[in-house]
């Protein structure tokens, strides 16, 4: 099994900055694309920054130019750095990835717990 554990949220006021780690654990063979996404309430689930195994990474409007999602393969983490953050940043964050357990299994997405991100004004 894999599982993916994410920390790093909390409160933070208007115009600051938090970073997001996500650490992933298991039975891993290999990674491919990972990501964050984010659900605030009443809303759906909105992708917000993806990174490829080479390090493309890209990001939904609302958060270029002020989000950086970077990882660190060796320590299979993967971690979104969120500055001037704004009110409608607040949601659960989510991160995901895209793994292979063995060259038997194929290509899966698994998802850590969510951790909320409160921004306020």
């Known amino acids: 099994q894999v599982q993916l554990v994410e920390s790093g949220g909390g409160l933070v006021q208007a115009g600051g900055s938090l970073r997001l780690s996500c650490a992933a654990s298991g039975s891993i063979f290999a990674f491919n694309a990972m990501g964050w996404h984010r659900q605030a309430p009443g809303k759906q689930r909105e992708l917000v920054a993806t990174?490829?195994?080479?390090?493309?990474?890209d990001y939904a409007d609302s958060v270029k130019g002020r989000f950086i999602i970077s990882r660190d393969n060796a320590k299979n983490t993967v971690y979104l750095q969120m500055n001037s953050l704004k009110p409608e940043d607040t949601a659960v964050y989510y991160c995901?990835?895209?793994?292979?357990?063995?060259?038997?299994?194929?290509?899966?997405?698994?998802w850590g717990q969510g951790t909320q991100v409160t921004v306020s004004s």
């Open positions: 990174i490829t195994s080479g390090g493309t990474s």
């Open positions: 995901n990835a895209n793994v292979r357990r063995s060259l038997t299994f194929r290509w899966t997405d698994y």
